[in-house]
Protein backbone atom coordinates (compact mmCIF):
# COMPACT_ATOMS: atom_id res chain seq x y z
CA UNK A 1 0.00 0.00 0.00
CA UNK A 2 1.15 3.68 -1.20
CA UNK A 3 2.47 5.72 1.70
CA UNK A 4 -0.21 9.11 0.36
CA UNK A 5 -3.98 8.51 0.01
CA UNK A 6 -3.43 10.27 -2.95
CA UNK A 7 -0.18 10.30 -5.10
CA UNK A 8 -0.53 12.39 -7.46
CA UNK A 9 -1.28 15.41 -5.64
CA UNK A 10 1.74 15.73 -3.33
CA UNK A 11 4.81 18.36 -3.50
CA UNK A 12 8.19 16.28 -3.33
CA UNK A 13 9.71 19.22 -2.26
CA UNK A 14 7.08 20.50 0.29
CA UNK A 15 7.46 16.93 1.88
CA UNK A 16 10.89 17.31 2.21
CA UNK A 17 11.01 19.83 4.73
CA UNK A 18 8.00 18.77 6.10
CA UNK A 19 10.80 15.34 7.18
CA UNK A 20 13.32 17.92 7.42
CA UNK A 21 11.41 19.68 10.36
CA UNK A 22 10.39 16.37 11.66
CA UNK A 23 14.15 14.98 11.84
CA UNK A 24 14.96 18.63 13.70
CA UNK A 25 12.13 17.83 15.90
CA UNK A 26 12.75 13.95 16.89
CA UNK A 27 16.51 14.94 17.45
CA UNK A 28 16.15 17.53 19.75
CA UNK A 29 13.90 15.25 21.70
CA UNK A 30 16.28 12.79 21.57
CA UNK A 31 19.14 14.86 22.51
CA UNK A 32 18.42 17.67 24.68
CA UNK A 33 14.76 16.54 25.76
CA UNK A 34 15.99 13.48 27.13
CA UNK A 35 18.69 15.06 29.24
CA UNK A 36 16.20 17.40 30.61
CA UNK A 37 13.12 15.24 30.92
CA UNK A 38 14.62 11.44 31.55
CA UNK A 39 18.27 11.08 32.43
CA UNK A 40 21.60 12.36 31.32
CA UNK A 41 23.27 10.35 28.27
CA UNK A 42 26.09 8.10 29.36
CA UNK A 43 28.03 9.64 26.36
CA UNK A 44 28.80 12.98 25.11
CA UNK A 45 26.25 13.21 22.01
CA UNK A 46 25.06 16.60 20.13
CA UNK A 47 21.91 17.94 21.93
CA UNK A 48 20.55 19.34 19.28
CA UNK A 49 19.56 21.63 21.12
CA UNK A 50 17.98 24.15 18.36
CA UNK A 51 15.83 21.47 16.74
CA UNK A 52 13.13 22.36 18.57
CA UNK A 53 12.63 25.20 15.73
CA UNK A 54 11.59 22.55 13.87
CA UNK A 55 8.20 22.96 14.85
CA UNK A 56 7.96 26.77 13.97
CA UNK A 57 8.57 25.18 10.22
CA UNK A 58 5.58 22.51 11.00
CA UNK A 59 3.23 25.64 11.61
CA UNK A 60 4.19 27.77 8.43
CA UNK A 61 3.67 24.68 6.02
CA UNK A 62 -0.04 23.93 8.30
CA UNK A 63 -1.04 27.93 6.99
CA UNK A 64 0.26 27.27 3.52
CA UNK A 65 -1.45 23.80 3.16
CA UNK A 66 -4.78 24.40 4.59
CA UNK A 67 -5.10 27.73 2.48
CA UNK A 68 -5.45 25.01 -0.88
CA UNK A 69 -7.70 22.93 1.80
CA UNK A 70 -10.19 25.90 2.58
CA UNK A 71 -10.45 26.15 -1.03
CA UNK A 72 -11.07 22.89 -2.27
CA UNK A 73 -13.72 21.80 0.59
CA UNK A 74 -17.30 22.56 -1.01
CA UNK A 75 -18.54 23.01 2.36
CA UNK A 76 -17.04 23.44 5.91
CA UNK A 77 -18.73 19.88 6.83
CA UNK A 78 -16.42 18.66 3.99
CA UNK A 79 -13.47 20.59 5.44
CA UNK A 80 -14.37 19.47 9.25
CA UNK A 81 -14.91 15.69 8.12
CA UNK A 82 -11.54 16.10 6.14
CA UNK A 83 -9.53 17.58 8.96
CA UNK A 84 -10.73 14.40 11.32
CA UNK A 85 -9.71 11.74 8.80
CA UNK A 86 -6.34 13.69 8.24
CA UNK A 87 -6.06 13.84 12.13
CA UNK A 88 -7.84 11.52 14.33
CA UNK A 89 -7.25 7.85 12.70
CA UNK A 90 -3.42 7.95 13.67
CA UNK A 91 -3.67 10.26 16.49
CA UNK A 92 -5.82 7.69 18.32
CA UNK A 93 -3.32 4.58 17.52
CA UNK A 94 -0.47 6.55 18.58
CA UNK A 95 -1.60 7.49 21.41
CA UNK A 96 -2.47 4.32 22.55
CA UNK A 97 0.86 3.33 21.64
CA UNK A 98 2.39 5.79 23.80
CA UNK A 99 -0.10 5.11 26.75
CA UNK A 100 1.13 1.40 26.33
CA UNK A 101 4.18 2.29 26.79
CA UNK A 102 3.46 4.09 29.71
CA UNK A 103 1.53 1.25 31.33
CA UNK A 104 4.84 -0.74 30.77
CA UNK A 105 7.16 1.65 32.66
CA UNK A 106 8.35 4.31 29.97
CA UNK A 107 9.23 7.53 31.10
CA UNK A 108 6.28 9.82 32.05
CA UNK A 109 7.51 13.32 32.61
CA UNK A 110 4.35 14.70 32.20
CA UNK A 111 3.24 12.55 34.91
CA UNK A 112 -0.01 11.46 32.77
CA UNK A 113 -3.05 10.00 34.70
CA UNK A 114 -5.84 8.03 33.36
CA UNK A 115 -8.00 10.24 33.65
CA UNK A 116 -5.17 12.82 31.96
CA UNK A 117 -5.02 10.57 29.17
CA UNK A 118 -8.68 10.36 28.77
CA UNK A 119 -8.61 14.33 28.07
CA UNK A 120 -5.48 14.37 25.86
CA UNK A 121 -7.83 12.05 23.65
CA UNK A 122 -9.35 15.57 22.99
CA UNK A 123 -6.19 17.00 21.24
CA UNK A 124 -7.33 20.25 23.59
CA UNK A 125 -6.06 18.79 27.03
CA UNK A 126 -3.36 21.71 27.15
CA UNK A 127 -5.60 24.36 26.50
CA UNK A 128 -7.17 23.43 30.07
CA UNK A 129 -3.52 23.09 31.26
CA UNK A 130 -3.60 19.40 31.05
CA UNK A 131 -0.90 17.89 30.24
CA UNK A 132 -1.39 15.54 27.19
CA UNK A 133 -0.53 12.17 26.43
CA UNK A 134 2.79 13.01 24.98
CA UNK A 135 4.72 16.00 25.43
CA UNK A 136 4.98 16.62 21.43
CA UNK A 137 0.90 16.59 21.28
CA UNK A 138 1.14 20.23 23.04
CA UNK A 139 0.88 21.49 18.99
CA UNK A 140 -2.14 19.75 18.65
CA UNK A 141 -4.24 22.06 20.52
CA UNK A 142 -2.99 24.42 18.33
CA UNK A 143 -3.62 22.86 15.22
CA UNK A 144 -7.13 22.22 16.12
CA UNK A 145 -7.52 25.85 17.24
CA UNK A 146 -6.52 27.00 13.91
CA UNK A 147 -8.23 24.53 11.71
CA UNK A 148 -11.34 25.75 13.55
CA UNK A 149 -10.59 28.82 12.86
CA UNK A 150 -9.79 28.73 9.65
CA UNK A 151 -13.28 26.85 8.56
CA UNK A 152 -15.26 29.29 10.58
CA UNK A 153 -13.77 32.68 9.93
CA UNK A 154 -10.78 32.40 7.17
CA UNK A 155 -12.47 30.54 4.63
CA UNK A 156 -14.76 33.48 2.90
CA UNK A 157 -12.67 35.99 2.94
CA UNK A 158 -8.53 34.81 4.28
CA UNK A 159 -6.85 38.00 3.62
CA UNK A 160 -9.26 40.43 5.96
CA UNK A 161 -9.53 37.57 8.39
CA UNK A 162 -5.63 36.79 8.68
CA UNK A 163 -5.41 40.81 8.76
CA UNK A 164 -7.79 40.93 11.85
CA UNK A 165 -6.53 37.77 13.49
CA UNK A 166 -2.92 39.33 13.26
CA UNK A 167 -4.22 42.55 14.77
CA UNK A 168 -6.02 40.97 17.87
CA UNK A 169 -3.09 38.65 18.65
CA UNK A 170 -0.66 41.65 18.86
CA UNK A 171 -2.95 43.24 20.85
CA UNK A 172 -3.75 40.32 23.09
CA UNK A 173 -0.14 39.48 24.02
CA UNK A 174 0.60 43.26 24.57
CA UNK A 175 -2.30 43.66 26.60
CA UNK A 176 -3.58 40.80 28.27
CA UNK A 177 -2.03 38.51 30.95
CA UNK A 178 -1.04 35.87 29.73
CA UNK A 179 -3.32 33.56 31.67
CA UNK A 180 -5.76 35.37 29.11
CA UNK A 181 -4.21 34.01 25.69
CA UNK A 182 -2.08 30.75 27.05
CA UNK A 183 -5.95 29.44 27.16
CA UNK A 184 -7.26 31.82 24.21
CA UNK A 185 -4.35 30.26 21.92
CA UNK A 186 -4.90 31.64 19.00
CA UNK A 187 -4.36 34.97 20.01
CA UNK A 188 -0.84 34.30 21.27
CA UNK A 189 1.10 36.50 18.88
CA UNK A 190 4.01 34.42 18.47
CA UNK A 191 2.23 31.44 16.95
CA UNK A 192 -0.14 33.01 15.49
CA UNK A 193 1.98 34.64 13.19
CA UNK A 194 3.87 31.82 11.84
CA UNK A 195 0.14 30.18 10.71
CA UNK A 196 -0.80 33.89 9.37
CA UNK A 197 2.55 33.81 7.14
CA UNK A 198 2.31 30.01 5.71
CA UNK A 199 -1.53 31.43 4.73
CA UNK A 200 -0.91 34.62 3.33
CA UNK A 201 2.33 32.73 1.49
CA UNK A 202 0.24 30.20 -0.60
CA UNK A 203 -1.84 32.85 -1.79
CA UNK A 204 1.15 34.63 -2.81
CA UNK A 205 2.72 31.40 -4.81
CA UNK A 206 -0.60 31.41 -6.19
CA UNK A 207 -0.43 34.89 -7.51
CA UNK A 208 -3.69 36.00 -5.76
CA UNK A 209 -2.44 38.23 -2.96
CA UNK A 210 -3.83 41.63 -2.51
CA UNK A 211 -2.55 44.79 -1.28
CA UNK A 212 -3.77 43.77 1.85
CA UNK A 213 -2.28 40.46 1.75
CA UNK A 214 0.95 41.29 0.91
CA UNK A 215 0.94 44.07 3.92
CA UNK A 216 -0.48 41.64 6.58
CA UNK A 217 2.35 39.19 5.34
CA UNK A 218 5.21 41.72 5.68
CA UNK A 219 3.86 42.87 9.05
CA UNK A 220 3.72 38.79 9.86
CA UNK A 221 7.34 38.97 9.35
CA UNK A 222 8.26 41.84 10.67
CA UNK A 223 6.40 41.23 14.20
CA UNK A 224 8.53 37.95 14.17
CA UNK A 225 11.24 40.41 16.51
CA UNK A 226 8.40 40.41 18.68
CA UNK A 227 7.21 37.79 21.98
CA UNK A 228 8.92 35.86 23.92
CA UNK A 229 9.95 33.46 21.26
CA UNK A 230 12.32 36.24 19.78
CA UNK A 231 14.56 35.09 21.85
CA UNK A 232 13.63 31.58 22.16
CA UNK A 233 16.76 29.18 22.06
CA UNK A 234 19.13 32.09 22.86
CA UNK A 235 19.13 32.61 18.97
CA UNK A 236 18.65 36.36 19.52
CA UNK A 237 16.22 38.45 18.01
CA UNK A 238 18.11 38.94 14.79
CA UNK A 239 18.68 35.47 14.54
CA UNK A 240 15.14 34.22 15.15
CA UNK A 241 13.66 36.81 12.79
CA UNK A 242 16.00 35.72 9.57
CA UNK A 243 15.16 31.94 10.65
CA UNK A 244 11.42 32.67 10.00
CA UNK A 245 12.37 34.78 6.92
CA UNK A 246 14.38 31.47 6.01
CA UNK A 247 11.47 28.89 6.31
CA UNK A 248 9.45 31.40 4.61
CA UNK A 249 11.60 31.65 1.65
CA UNK A 250 12.02 27.63 1.98
CA UNK A 251 8.62 26.92 1.23
CA UNK A 252 7.81 29.61 -1.17
CA UNK A 253 10.82 28.07 -2.77
CA UNK A 254 9.68 24.16 -2.62
CA UNK A 255 6.18 25.21 -3.55
CA UNK A 256 7.33 27.15 -7.04
CA UNK A 257 9.55 24.77 -8.37
CA UNK A 258 12.81 25.47 -7.37
CA UNK A 259 13.32 23.23 -4.62
CA UNK A 260 12.21 19.92 -6.56
CA UNK A 261 15.92 18.44 -5.51
CA UNK A 262 14.59 18.13 -2.53
CA UNK A 263 12.23 15.98 -4.03
CA UNK A 264 14.48 13.20 -4.34
CA UNK A 265 15.80 12.91 -0.86
CA UNK A 266 15.48 10.47 1.87
CA UNK A 267 13.57 13.56 3.72
CA UNK A 268 10.54 13.00 1.39
CA UNK A 269 9.74 9.98 3.27
CA UNK A 270 10.32 11.76 6.56
CA UNK A 271 7.91 13.84 5.33
CA UNK A 272 5.47 11.45 4.66
CA UNK A 273 5.18 9.91 7.67
CA UNK A 274 6.21 13.02 9.31
CA UNK A 275 2.64 13.02 11.46
CA UNK A 276 2.55 9.67 13.08
CA UNK A 277 6.35 10.45 13.71
CA UNK A 278 5.68 12.83 15.37
CA UNK A 279 2.77 11.90 17.32
CA UNK A 280 4.82 9.03 18.52
CA UNK A 281 8.47 9.20 18.83
CA UNK A 282 9.13 11.19 22.00
CA UNK A 283 7.92 8.73 24.85
CA UNK A 284 8.82 5.32 22.96
CA UNK A 285 12.05 6.88 22.07
CA UNK A 286 12.48 7.84 25.41
CA UNK A 287 12.06 4.31 26.59
CA UNK A 288 14.14 3.03 24.21
CA UNK A 289 16.92 5.05 24.63
CA UNK A 290 17.07 4.27 28.23
CA UNK A 291 16.57 0.72 27.71
CA UNK A 292 19.67 0.71 25.42
CA UNK A 293 21.78 2.85 27.60
CA UNK A 294 20.94 0.83 30.99
CA UNK A 295 22.33 -1.60 28.63
CA UNK A 296 25.71 -0.66 28.38
CA UNK A 297 24.71 1.08 24.64
CA UNK A 298 26.28 4.36 23.92
CA UNK A 299 23.99 6.97 23.38
CA UNK A 300 25.60 7.52 20.19
CA UNK A 301 24.20 3.95 18.95
CA UNK A 302 20.70 5.09 21.37
CA UNK A 303 19.64 7.65 19.74
CA UNK A 304 20.04 6.71 15.79
CA UNK A 305 18.42 3.23 16.75
CA UNK A 306 15.24 5.00 18.60
CA UNK A 307 15.43 7.35 15.57
CA UNK A 308 15.05 4.00 13.22
CA UNK A 309 12.81 2.17 15.35
CA UNK A 310 10.00 5.26 15.66
CA UNK A 311 10.17 5.82 11.75
CA UNK A 312 9.59 2.50 10.94
CA UNK A 313 6.70 2.42 13.51
CA UNK A 314 5.38 5.73 11.46
CA UNK A 315 6.03 4.19 8.62
CA UNK A 316 3.74 1.16 9.71
CA UNK A 317 1.15 3.44 10.88
CA UNK A 318 0.96 5.78 8.08
CA UNK A 319 0.79 2.51 5.22
CA UNK A 320 -1.80 0.61 8.08
CA UNK A 321 -3.76 3.35 9.39
CA UNK A 322 -3.55 6.89 8.70
CA UNK A 323 -3.45 6.15 4.32
CA UNK A 324 -6.64 3.97 4.76
CA UNK A 325 -8.94 5.37 7.22
CA UNK A 326 -8.10 8.74 5.29
CA UNK A 327 -9.58 6.76 1.86
CA UNK A 328 -12.08 5.07 3.81
CA UNK A 329 -13.53 8.06 5.17
CA UNK A 330 -13.32 10.24 2.35
CA UNK A 331 -15.00 7.78 0.24
CA UNK A 332 -18.23 7.21 3.21
CA UNK A 333 -18.71 11.32 2.68
CA UNK A 334 -18.25 11.03 -1.19
CA UNK A 335 -21.33 7.97 -0.77
CA UNK A 336 -23.09 9.95 1.23
CA UNK A 337 -23.95 14.07 1.16
CA UNK A 338 -21.02 15.38 -0.09
CA UNK A 339 -21.50 18.37 -2.77
CA UNK A 340 -18.17 18.08 -5.46
CA UNK A 341 -14.82 19.25 -4.00
CA UNK A 342 -12.53 21.15 -6.49
CA UNK A 343 -9.42 19.63 -7.62
CA UNK A 344 -6.24 20.54 -5.94
CA UNK A 345 -4.49 23.36 -7.02
CA UNK A 346 -0.74 23.70 -5.15
CA UNK A 347 -0.30 19.83 -5.18
CA UNK A 348 0.49 19.73 -1.23
CA UNK A 349 -0.79 17.00 1.28
CA UNK A 350 -3.82 18.38 2.85
Do not use: K
Not at 136 to 160: I, K, M, N, P, Q
Not at 182 to 197: D, E, K, T
Amino acid sequence: MSLDPSPGARNGALDALRGLAALAVVLHHYGFGYADRVAPHNAAVPLFSAGHFGVELFFILSGFVITDTLERAASLRQFAVYRVARLYPAFLVCSGLTLAVLALGGPNPLAVSPLTALAGLTMLAPLAQIPPIDPSHWTLSFEVAFYALAGLCLRRDLETGCAVWLAAALLATAFLPAAVWQVLVLLYLPLALLFVIGALLSRLVAGRLSVLGRGTLLAALGLTSVGPFADHGNLGTPAYVALIAAFTAAVWAAATGRLAWLGRTPLVFLGAVSYPLYLVHQILGYAIIRDLEAHGWSAAVAIPAALLAAAALAALIRVGVEVPAQRAIRRAWARGWAPTARPARLGAET
